[in-house]
C-alpha cells in the first residue's frame, strides 16, 4: 500500500469512527429520553373526548410520576404521586403492552358510585366539567354487567350484595382499595374504562399527557388529511 492509500484509509476510518460515535451518542440520548423522561403516544379512540381526540399526537411525562427501570423492573423517585383528575397513561390491566389514557378518579380509601350518570365521590355530588354524555340512557347487556358484578361486589358497601346488579350508569358504592386507582373516560357513554375492568394498580402508571405536538382529523374526506386536516388549533396545547 502506497503511503498516499495509506493515508486515505486512516483519513476514512478517523471519519467512519467520528460518524458511528455520533450516532451511538444519538442513540443513547434518545434511549435515555424515552426511557425515562418524554415518550410519544398516539390518541387511537375517543373515548377521552372532548379532552383527547383521535389524531392527536402526545408527548407523555414519565418522570414525573417515577419511570421505570428497563430489566429490573425498579422506579426512579416520582416527582409527586397521582391526583384526582390527573390524566394518566397507564399499562392495560387486560391485554398486555397496550397502553390506555383515561382521568384518575378514585384515591386509594375514595367511596365512588353513578346514580343516573351521575358520579359521586365519598358520597359528593362530583362537578366534572370535562365529560362528554353522548348517551346518557345507554345499558349494558347481561354479560357486560355480569362482569362489572363480578369485580365490584367485593369492593361493595352499604348494598346488598345478593340483589346487586350494576349497569354503566348506576353502580356502587365501592371503595378503590390500597394501591389501586379507579380510572374512566372522558367520554362516559363510549369508554372501556374502569367500570368493566376494575382498579389500576399503581405499578401501571406510565406518564401525563405533557402537549399535543401533532394532531389532525382522520376522518376527513380531504386527500391526504394527515396533511390537510391538521387541527392547528391544538397544537402544543397540554390535556387537562
Request: net charge positive; proline share 7%.
Amino acid at each position: 500500500m502506497t503511503a498516499r492509500a495509506a493515508a486515505q484509509s486512516r483519513t476514512f476510518l478517523t471519519w467512519f469512527w467520528e460518524w458511528a460515535k455520533s450516532i451511538l451518542v444519538a442513540l443513547v440520548v434518545w434511549f435515555f429520553l424515552r426511557t425515562f423522561l418524554v415518550e410519544a403516544f398516539r390518541i387511537p379512540s375517543g373515548s377521552m373526548e372532548n379532552t383527547l381526540l383521535i389524531g392527536d399526537f402526545l408527548f407523555v411525562n414519565k418522570a414525573l410520576y417515577g419511570a421505570e427501570v428497563p430489566l429490573i423492573g425498579a422506579r426512579l423517585p416520582a416527582v409527586r404521586e397521582p391526583r384526582r383528575n390527573d390524566v394518566l397513561v397507564f399499562d392495560s390491566v387486560e391485554d398486555q403492552g397496550l397502553k390506555v389514557v383515561k382521568r384518575l378518579i378514585g384515591m386509594p380509601g375514595d367511596t365512588l358510585s353513578m346514580e343516573n350518570g351521575e358520579l359521586f365521590r365519598n358520597g359528593e355530588r362530583v362537578n366534572e366539567p370535562y365529560a362528554l354524555r353522548s348517551d346518557p340512557t345507554r345499558s349494558e347487556g347481561p354479560l357486560q354487567r355480569a362482569k362489572m358484578r363480578e369485580w365490584q361486589v367485593p369492593h361493595l358497601v352499604n348494598r346488598d350484595a345478593a340483589t346487586y346488579q350494576p349497569d354503566l350508569q348506576d353502580w356502587g358504592p365501592i371503595v378503590v382499595p390500597s394501591g389501586s386507582f379507579f380510572m374512566m373516560g372522558d367520554n362516559r357513554d363510549s369508554s372501556y374504562d374502569g367500570r368493566y375492568w376494575g382498579f389500576l394498580p399503581r405499578a401501571n402508571v406510565r406518564g401525563r399527557p405533557l402537549v399535543v405536538y401533532f394532531s389532525y382529523d382522520p376522518s376527513s374526506w380531504r386527500a391526504l388529511p394527515f396533511l390537510t386536516a391538521v387541527r392547528w388549533s391544538r397544537l402544543f396545547n397540554s390535556p387537562e
